[in-house]
Each structure stands twice: as structure tokens, then as C-alpha cells.
């Protein structure tokens, strides 16, 4: 970690530590996150990230609006670089939405069981990618986020023109989806929806089903901000507190009565109203960490946590690292801010909002 206020002091810096920390001399793969302001000057900061960890490294990451790491975890403004140092190379691919190939070639040599880190820019046909990462890479258990800007996605010597860029290990690892949405509310079956337009649940006018949130016990009219929709991962399933997927509500069509989501629910899909709450999403990371433990302490891992989490959730710095570092132990462990984040949904990878995706590395 750097906050070195130069770019090219901050990636001498980062990139001496994280050698150091790793004990490597030279680097097989860099996991970068740089605020906006270090990514503005990409090709200066890849050239000095390789004059520290070798010129044969590659180089993936983002732009983000916070960069943390154990035991720097208590300033989330200004300038920062975070830089994860490994030993061996993954698979490195960028991804646009008619160019499918990289991902599939990536996937194909890394095998099955292995892991992927993703970046993804927040103007990318969003179900395109998801088909792509389910479709041509459907044995990886991906880890990803949405970068900070438009084009702030950095791959081997400069920031580039993609929709996503990754780097997929063939190494033993494992990923945690940690939500920060409780269930409220019974669940309910999608009974007509069109579009991003969800009109009747369990053949009731959708509008019907969220007025009666206000009447729960604790439910202020306040709170109902911070209502949104978690979905089962496939029509046809029923509703899983443990894996779901979080869409946002946009608001109601008055003249049909219809609930607006920020992506489409089609049909056949078990939905359930979930709050936002910041003790319970830290039970959550706990049980999800706790479940996730190995004999072993991760060799690495690396963050992607929603910026509507950290001290605007919790009210104080740092704390899911601490949690993490509490449960797997001391290890390397690069966390980013994220605008949505990506993971395992049912039998592939899915949009993830509001919620913390841990990628951890085993070897």
C-alpha cells in the first residue's frame, strides 16, 4: 500500500512492499487498485510496478474510490495504490461483449477449480458478461467488481478498452459472497413482469406486496430506502437466504402499479424484499467466513467490497478486514471499493449489489 501522493513514487513503494511481504524478487502477476488519479497516469505507474517486480510480470486491476489493506485500513479518502504481489501468473484476458475468445482460452488452460479476479467497467452490457463468464468459463469460481470510472481498467502496460479484464489461477482457492441485505417478508413467486417492470406477485399486483412492508414489526417508513429485491439464481428455484441476487428498486408505475427494478426478473423467479442492515451483514460475512475456513491460512486474497459498505453501513473503518483477518488469519489481502460486485450464483456467476466478494488463493 502507498499514499504517496506521485504516481511513480507510489508504485516503487507498493511494489518494493509487496515484494517484500511476499519475499520474491521478481513477480509473476501484480493485482493492482489504484484511486482515479493513479490510474490517469496508467502507463508510468506499469512502468514503475515493473521496475520493481521484473519486466516479465502481468499486470491487471482498476480504479476504485478506496484502497485498503490490513493494518492501513483507517483512511478511505485520498490518493492510494494497493499492489498484490504473487508469485506465479494466472491466465490473463480482457473481455468485450463480441470477443469472447480470451475468457475461453484463459478458462480452458487454468482447468476446472481454479479462480478468476475480475474488473469490470460499470458501462458494460451487464447480462452479456454474466452470460460470457457462466458460458465460457463455467468450471471458474470468479471474485470481481465494478471499477470506479469508465475506463479505468488497467492491463499489462497501460489502461484499456474493454468491458472486463481478469486473470483466472489454476491454484487451489475459494470465493465468499457476504451480502448486506436481510430477508424480510415471505417470499414470493413472480406471476408477470415485463421488462425491468414487475406487475403481480403470486398472481397479486407487485404493488400490493410492498406496501405491506411498512406493517412488519421494526419496519419504519424511513427504512424503506433501503428495500430492494433478492432473487433466486434460476426460475424455478426457491428463495435461499444464502444465495441470492440483489436488485435494486427504482420506483412505482402509478398507472400500472407495477415495482421498477434497476435490471430485469423475468417470470418464474422466487423473489423476497431485503433490508439493509449493518449487524446483520456482519453476521453474515462471519457465518459465510466461518463456512469458508481451511486447514490452511490463504496464501492471498483480494477484496471487492461495495462502496455502500464500510463506514457508510458499519459507522467505522476497517471493519470487515478485521472480521476477516479475525477468522482466516494474518495473510496478504488487497480490499477495493467497488459500484457492484461480482460471484457464484447458483451454477454460475452473478451480479452482486450491496454485498462483499472475497477471492482467496490457497497456493
Known amino acids: 500500500m502507498s499514499r504517496d501522493e506521485?504516481?511513480?513514487?507510489?508504485?516503487?513503494?507498493?511494489?518494493?512492499?509487496?515484494?517484500?511481504?511476499?519475499?520474491?524478487?521478481?513477480?509473476?502477476?501484480?493485482?493492482?487498485?489504484?484511486?482515479?488519479?493513479?490510474?490517469?497516469?496508467?502507463?508510468?505507474?506499469?512502468?514503475?510496478l515493473r521496475a520493481v517486480a521484473g519486466d516479465a510480470v502481468h499486470i491487471i486491476g482498476g480504479a476504485?474510490?478506496?484502497v485498503l489493506v490490513p493494518g492501513d485500513a483507517d483512511i478511505e479518502d485520498g490518493p492510494a495504490l494497493g499492489v498484490l504481489a504473487l508469485e506465479r501468473a494466472g491466465y490473463v484476458f480482457s473481455w468485450r461483449p463480441d470477443h469472447p475468445e480470451e475468457l475461453r482460452a484463459a478458462a480452458q488452460l487454468a482447468g476446472p477449480g481454479s479462480v478468476g479476479v475480475v474488473f469490470a467497467d460499470p458501462s458494460v452490457p451487464m447480462q452479456r458478461l454474466l452470460a460470457a463468464l457462466s458460458r465460457e468459463a463455467p468450471r471458474v469460481r470468479f471474485a470481481g467488481g465494478g471499477v470506479a470510472a469508465e475506463g479505468g481498467l488497467l492491463l499489462e502496460d497501460d489502461v484499456i478498452d474493454a468491458g472486463a479484464v481478469g486473470m483466472i489461477f489454476p491454484a487451489p482457492g475459494r470465493v465468499v459472497v457476504a451480502q448486506s441485505q436481510k430477508s424480510i417478508g415471505a417470499p414470493l413467486l413472480v406471476t408477470r413482469s415485463e421488462?425491468?417492470?414487475?406487475?403481480?406477485?403470486?398472481?397479486?399486483?407487485?404493488?400490493e406486496a410492498l406496501s405491506k412492508l411498512a406493517k412488519l414489526p421494526g419496519i419504519s417508513e424511513g427504512a424503506l430506502a433501503f428495500v430492494a429485491l433478492g432473487v433466486s439464481p434460476m426460475p424455478g428455484e426457491a428463495f435461499n437466504e444464502d444465495d441470492f441476487l440483489s436488485v435494486p428498486l427504482a420506483g412505482i408505475d402509478d398507472s400500472t402499479g407495477a415495482i421498477e427494478t434497476g435490471s430485469p426478473v423475468t417470470e418464474g423467479h422466487s423473489v423476497c424484499f431485503t433490508l439493509r442492515d449493518g449487524m446483520g451483514a456482519r453476521r453474515i460475512l462471519e457465518q459465510r467466513l466461518q463456512s469458508s475456513r481451511a486447514t490452511a491460512t490463504p496464501s492471498w486474497g483480494v477484496y471487492f467490497d461495495c462502496a455502500s459498505r464500510g463506514t457508510n453501513l458499519y459507522g467505522v473503518d476497517g471493519l470487515d478486514l478485521r472480521l476477516i483477518e479475525k477468522s482466516l488469519g494474518a495473510f496478504p489481502l488487497l480490499s477495493l471499493r467497488t459500484s457492484f460486485e461480482l460471484g457464484p450464483s447458483g451454477p454460475g456467476t452473478g451480479l452482486h449489489l450491496f454485498s462483499g466478494v472475497l477471492a482467496l488463493g490457497d497456493a
Open 64 to 66: 476504485t474510490s478506496s
Open 6 to 48: 506521485t504516481v511513480e513514487g507510489a508504485a516503487r513503494s507498493a511494489a518494493v512492499r509487496a515484494m517484500a511481504q511476499a519475499g520474491l524478487t521478481r513477480a509473476g502477476a501484480l493485482i493492482v487498485a489504484g484511486t482515479i488519479d493513479q490510474l490517469d497516469e496508467a502507463i508510468e505507474l506499469c512502468a514503475g
Open 195 to 207: 421488462g425491468r417492470s414487475l406487475l403481480e406477485f403470486d398472481g397479486k399486483p407487485a404493488v
